[in-house]
């Protein structure tokens, strides 16, 4: 049975880079790594950005590159500290479905209820 994850993207940049190419990346970070390998072919995922989930894709491919400095799309991100990350982790996806919807949603009919 297929798994369900949400990604969160720190910027608008990649949010367009990731739905404009069907394709998640994660950086050359231990939890980078974590994460893809986490991820099976099968799965779905969708994007979450600025408190919105958007789209619905299976993931249909993996690859792990050597070298990823240059790769496209993602630049490069070099932190204060120095450490530079790049993308060298992808998943490949097949969109399923569009939507763009708040993670969360006031509900207006329902009144607050204290209990004691």
């Given amino acids: 049975m297929p798994d369900y994850f949400l990604v969160s ?42 408190a919105r989930v958007r789209n619905l894709y299976k993931v249909v491919g993996k690859a792990a590159y050597r070298n990823a400095e240059k790769l496209p799309p993602w630049p490069s991100i070099t932190f204060r500290s120095g450490k530079t990350y790049y993308f060298p982790f992808r998943l490949f996806l097949k969109p399923e479905r569009e939507f763009d919807e708040p993670m969360v949603r006031q509900n207006s009919h329902m009144s607050p209820r204290i209990c004691f």
């Fill in 9 to 50: 993207l720190s910027n608008r940049e990649n949010l367009e880079l990731c739905m404009k190419h069907n394709l998640a990346g994660f950086t050359s970070s231990i939890n980078g790594l974590w994460t893809f390998f986490d991820i099976d072919v099968g799965d779905h995922i969708s994007f979450l950005y600025g």
